[in-house]
């Protein structure tokens, strides 16, 4: 047999493609991006680095501008619109046949993850209870899932397969929620029209769907031009949009497993025998028509759910995730603590990241396993269940996108971030402190 070629490009791509598919690495490249914004925005550069994401971006036709907006805007409402599209993806694949998929096994999770939107929310609410303030009940019921299970997985083997999957579920549930509460309570005026086009482009998709359309040129086309255009217009916040389209990207699969394998195994067979080019480095036309069978095959076998998926995870998590960390967690540092509390801003959403996270998640949790209506996973105790709702209070990503949603007020944004960001690192601190101890033990 010969070996594939090797190539000097090689040494260099394969130690970045063996990063990129460790499941810390999402959060280690975030870490990174928080630390360059918050570095930027106390140097000697910080009015350069905030003047770049005001400059505006649009289409010029015929003299005219359209879709004019700033590039801070087009990172909340464009690039992010794609991190949804993903979650939307991750929601109907866990729906169909993931943890969510059994209404037993989901029930814990699921009502983890109510527990601790529920619990932060109140917690915020009774130190914030008027005025534009009160907006921010939203900023601390997020769970950045790629923030706490990198944490996770930096523990390794040392932790149970059962605990993974129930973090997993439960900021899955967590990341619904607040696609929720941003779509009901964080809109602008709403302009009926736009949004009935967008949702007849989104009905347009799910009959694509069920006729049988399998192009993910079809789906593109019809979800950014139609569906996440008008929602961008409509009022409804466009990361909505993006969960919608991600609803109606078929599920299912064309060729079953067993036939695939019998197709596939019949034209390696065929492979082996067609005429080949043993002395130059391409193939026969006959070989060519062989790997295009087998391509075809392949694509039949894969849902596009799931090509989609797949296809755009490292994209949204080592481009998406870090430019709109770099855009939107630059904050100074050199603030006055009477600015600081001047309100309970920065008090509400660190208690309840740090506090309502764990009530919520451990609370609700135990009231089920305590009633006998779900029992614990396995490998799962009360101790490690603290240790994950610390995990679920890391509220990064989510939390900093539903802050640049509830506020205009620069000042407000500023103590909602510098909460976010004290919570969220002790909760992670604390969370793999408590979770790596009870391993020790």
């Known amino acids: 047999m010969r070996e594939t070629n090797k190539y000097p490009i090689d040494n260099l791509v ?60 087009w990172i909340n409402d464009g690039l992010m619109a794609i991190f949804f599209f993903v979650v939307g993806l991750e929601l109907k694949r866990e729906f169909v046949g993931g943890e969510l998929s059994n209404p037993r096994k989901a029930l814990l999770p699921i009502v983890a993850a109510v527990g601790g939107m529920l ?53 899955i549930v967590d990341d619904l929620g607040a696609v929720l509460v941003i779509a009901f309570f964080y809109t602008s005026d709403i302009s009926l029209v736009n949004l009935s086009i967008g949702l007849t482009f989104a009905v347009v998709m799910f009959i694509g769907n069920k006729m049988g359309v399998r192009s993910i040129l079809f789906y593109a086309f019809f979800g950014i031009v139609g569906v996440w255009t008008a929602f961008l217009l409509s009022g409804v916040h466009a990361t909505i949009a993006a969960v919608i389209a991600a609803f109606t990207i078929p599920a299912n699969v064309r060729i079953k497993e067993n036939l695939y394998i019998k197709k596939i195994q019949g034209y390696l067979n065929r492979f082996k025998t ?23 095959c392949t694509k039949l076998t894969i849902p596009p759910l799931q090509r989609l998926e797949h296809a755009l995870h490292p994209f949204v998590t080592f481009v998406v995730i870090p430019i709109f960390a770099l855009a939107n ?87 909602a971030k510098i909460g976010i960001f004290a919570a969220s690192i002790l909760a992670g601190v604390l969370g793999y402190w408590i979770l790596n101890k009870k391993q020790e033990v």
């Open 14 to 73: 394969r130690p970045i493609q063996r990063f990129m598919f460790q499941e810390k690495s999402g959060g280690i490249v975030l870490a990174i991006s928080v630390v360059l914004a918050l570095f930027f925005a106390n140097s000697p550069w910080a009015e350069e680095y905030h003047h770049l994401f005001e400059h505006k971006l649009g289409f010029n036709f015929d003299g005219k501008f359209y879709l004019e907006y700033s590039l801070h805007h």
């Open 119 to 171: 619990v932060p929310a109140i917690i915020y609410f009774v130190l914030n209870p008027a005025g534009e303030a009160s907006r921010g009940w939203g900023i601390p019921m997020a769970t950045d899932i790629a923030f706490s299970l990198g944490v996770l997985y930096l523990l390794g083997k040392r932790i149970p397969i059962s605990l993974k999957i129930f973090l997993t579920a439960l900021a």
């Open 274 to 296: 067609v005429d080949r080019n043993d002395h130059i480095p391409t193939l026969t036309e006959d070989q060519l028509h062989i790997l295009d069978k087998v391509n075809i």
């Open 329 to 415: 967690a630059g904050v100074s540092i050199k603030i006055d603590p009477e600015h600081l509390f001047s309100t309970n801003i920065a008090l509400g959403v660190a208690l309840g990241l740090l506090v309502g996270k764990v009530v919520g998640v451990t609370g609700a949790t135990m009231l089920f396993i305590k009633l006998k209506i779900a029992p614990f996973p396995k490998g799962m105790n009360f101790r490690n269940l603290i240790g994950l709702g610390l995990l679920a209070g890391i509220g990064f990503t989510m939390s900093l996108f539903v802050t640049s949603l509830a506020f205009t007020n620069p000042e407000y944004m500023v103590q």
